[in-house]
Structure formats: structure tokens, C-alpha cells
């Protein structure tokens, strides 16, 4: 087959070897971040009692947070496409640390909301360029080097309700400021990633070749309709996934409460256990992918979670509660980093578009679903929200449609 490059410096991606450095330490960077973004929906149980908010207001906030990211994360990623920012990962950073200030102070809705608006866009500026570093990283081993930046920002989300628990909880909302320390910290440990970055990107500035001798990557037998189609059912699949799991990392907690009794702190522990069994399947999906292909990842990851989630309503005891909740965030876990380089390799050289995208549209998704599902948890009850989520997995079924493009 006649090879083509879309992209020139996709050469130098892939004959590099794999900098398992920087890519460790944009795992930790994510660990960081996402870590102070979890907070926000740790702090919901604390919010709702001292402010004394409806879930109708705390699905707002999720909102806030998650369109606040959404709406300017493919901007920054179609835009460092064209214009790589090696200091852009503490540049994010920065707005992250004035929104955690804000929330441990704010003493009214209004406030909330900016500050968390603060968080998100922080979160925009951090997740394109940093998956565009994690790709240049990875040596061509993308889904290794996907899974392993995955890994960090699950485990990040999985620790903040647990130092909520700790933390927060016990002594009140004040006490979020001592995680302002920890993010001048993160600040501190992201400049020199940008400082590598800036070095890479002036190696890979390669003189134009009409026929270059080592392309990397194959020009796909399909149409621009095909490809379209294949991104927006990947969307439909990130869809299912991000709402399934939105569901339980903002509504967890208050499900746990409403039915088993379990108090705020318990319930928080329980959120970090669930969350860290999603930080755990993150890394499984990227380097079997790599080995596999990616259609079949996404095949398990999807669709194999819709026999628990539609037997998790039915169960009345904690302790299989938990059991099945570690299972289903394990197996829904591993899709995302295989969605994301499947649509990447559909779409070469344009790594943080295509991030900014799906990472956009996954903050999004979360973020409408947050405000939908605290209304109908208003209407009908906590219970009636996991009834009507446990049956959107079965939208993996659409993954059949998808070309398979393993070379």
C-alpha cells in the first residue's frame, strides 16, 4: 500500500524511543490535577449541607465545571496544533490555584459556580497539550503512553474524595484552602515538562521532504464520509461511558446515604474505592489495544459493563454494591484511551484537535448529564437515576460500525 505522511513530524514521534521519564511525570502532573478537580464533587455532600443547595443546584455546579472545560478544550487544542505552548501545562495550573482559593472561601452559589468555572478551564488548558507531550513521549507506542497519562488523572480523581474524607468533612469547606499548597507545588513540578517540551519540539522541525524514507503512518482506505461517521460513533461510545460514570462519580455518595444509611465520610470512601478501580482498568486499555487493536478494547470496555450496571439497581447490599460498582468502573475505564487513539490514527497529525475534542466533548457530556440527572434525583428519587443509567451501556452495540484499522 502507498504510504503517505499527514503529518511530518509523526516521523519523529514514532522512530523516538519511549521517554517513560516524561511520560511518569505527565502521569503525576495528571495525578495533580485531577485531584484538585475531584474535590468539587467530593465537596457536594458539604456543599448541600452548609448552603443548604437542591441536587438541582449541585448538578449546576457540575455543570459549570464540566462546559467551563468542554467549550474551551478543543479551542486550545486546535489551536496548539498550529501553535505548541511548552508552558502551557502550569499556565492551566495557575487558574486551577485561584479556583481552589475562591471555593474554600465562597460563601454563596454565585461563587461556587466561578470558582469551579475557574477549575475547568484550568482543566482545558491541561488536558490537549499534555496528551500532545504524552504523544510525542510515547515512541509510537500511543496506547502505552495514552493509559499511562490516563492513569495518573484517575487515581487523582479516586484520592479526592478520600482527602475530602480526611480533610474536608470533618473540619468544613475552609479547609480546602490547604490544597492551594499543593497546588503551587504541581506548578513547581510542570515547568520542567514544559522546559523538555520546548527542547523536542525545536528537534522535530524537519526540513519539508516530498518522499520521505521512514513515513509512519499509513494513508487509511477510507473516505472522508467514513471517517466522519467512525469519530461520531466514538463520540456516541465516550457518550455512554462519561454518563454511566458521571452518574456514579457526582451521585454516588447520595446513593450510598439514601439507601444503606452510610454517613458523608463512609459514603466518601466508598466514591474513592470506585474510583480507584477506574484508575486501575485505565492502564489495561491502552497497551492491549496496541497489541490487539483498538476496536475490540472498545468492544469489551463498552458493552461488557451492561450486564452489572443493569443488575446494580436490583442489589440491597452494600457489600455487592461495592463489588459490582469496582467492576463496572474497571471494565468502563479501559475505553477511553482506546477511543481516543483510534480517533487519533482516523485523524493524523492533528493530536490535539483531536484530544481537545474528545476530551471536550467527554467534560461536556459530563456536564449536561450532572444537570440533568440532579433534576430527575429532585423528581423521582436517587434510586430512579442508577434504574434509567443502567441501561446506556448497551450503546456499545454501535462499536460494530466501526472500520477496523489495525495495521
Known amino acids: 500500500m502507498k504510504t503517505t505522511i499527514k503529518d511530518e ?35 457536594y455532600p458539604l456543599l448541600k449541607h452548609s448552603l443548604l443547595l437542591s441536587f438541582t443546584q449541585i ?10 472545560s468542554s467549550i474551551f478544550q478543543p479551542i486550545v487544542g486546535w489551536y496548539t496544533d498550529r501553535h505548541p505552548q511548552p508552558y502551557a501545562l502550569p499556565v492551566g495550573m495557575t487558574s486551577t490555584l485561584v479556583g481552589i482559593l475562591l471555593l474554600s472561601q465562597a460563601w454563596n452559589f454565585p461563587l461556587i459556580l466561578i470558582s469551579v468555572a475557574l477549575i475547568g478551564f484550568g482543566s482545558a488548558v491541561f488536558h490537549p497539550e499534555s496528551s500532545r507531550i504524552a504523544y510525542i513521549a510515547s515512541g509510537g507506542r500511543f496506547g502505552l503512553a495514552q493509559s499511562l497519562f490516563q492513569v495518573g488523572g484517575n487515581t487523582g480523581s479516586s484520592l479526592g474524595p478520600l482527602l475530602a474524607a480526611i480533610l474536608i468533612a470533618p473540619y468544613g469547606q475552609k479547609n480546602i484552602i490547604w490544597f492551594g499548597i499543593v497546588v503551587f507545588c504541581a506548578i513547581l513540578f510542570m ?69 444503606f444509611g452510610v454517613s458523608v465520610q463512609h459514603s466518601q470512601i466508598y466514591l474513592f474505592i470506585f474510583l480507584f478501580a477506574v484508575a486501575a482498568g485505565t492502564i489495561i486499555g491502552g497497551p492491549i489495544g496496541d497489541k490487539i487493536g483498538r476496536k475490540y478494547v472498545i468492544w469489551v470496555s463498552i458493552l461488557g459493563a451492561a450486564p452489572f450496571t443493569l ?39 492533528r493530536v490535539g484537535t483531536v484530544a481537545g475534542l474528545f476530551f471536550g466533548f467527554s467534560f461536556g457530556v459530563g456536564g449536561i ?38 495495521k
Open 369 to 406: 448529564a450532572s444537570a440533568f440527572l440532579g433534576g430527575l434525583a429532585d423528581h423521582g428519587g436517587i434510586e430512579l437515576v442508577y434504574d434509567i443509567c443502567s441501561f446506556i451501556p448497551l450503546l456499545g452495540l454501535i462499536t460494530c460500525f466501526l472500520p477496523n484499522i489495525r
Open 311 to 349: 443488575l446494580l439497581p436490583y442489589v440491597d447490599s452494600l457489600w455487592w454494591t461495592s463489588v459490582l460498582t469496582i467492576i463496572i468502573g474497571a471494565i468502563m475505564a479501559s475505553s477511553f484511551p482506546a477511543i481516543l487513539i483510534y480517533a487519533q490514527e482516523l485523524v493524523p497529525g
Open 9 to 43: 513530524n509523526e516521523i519523529q514521534y514514532n522512530t523516538q524511543r519511549t521517554n517513560y521519564f516524561v511520560l511518569w511525570a505527565l502521569c503525576i502532573s495528571h495525578l495533580f490535577n485531577d485531584t484538585f478537580q475531584s474535590l468539587i464533587a467530593a465537596s
Open 191 to 259: 515547568v520542567p515538562i514544559g522546559h523538555w517540551y520546548s527542547q523536542r519540539l525545536e528537534q522535530i522541525k524537519l526540513p519539508k521532504k516530498k518522499e520521505p524514507q521512514q513515513p509512519a503512518t499509513e494513508q487509511l482506505s477510507l473516505s472522508k464520509y467514513n471517517i466522519i461517521f467512525s469519530i461520531v460513533i466514538l463520540l456516541l461510545l465516550v457518550f455512554s461511558k462519561n454518563v454511566y460514570t458521571i452518574s456514579l462519580t457526582n451521585f454516588y455518595t447520595f446513593y450510598l446515604i439514601e439507601k
Open 59 to 68: 448538578g449546576l455546579i457540575a455543570t459549570t465545571f464540566q462546559l467551563a
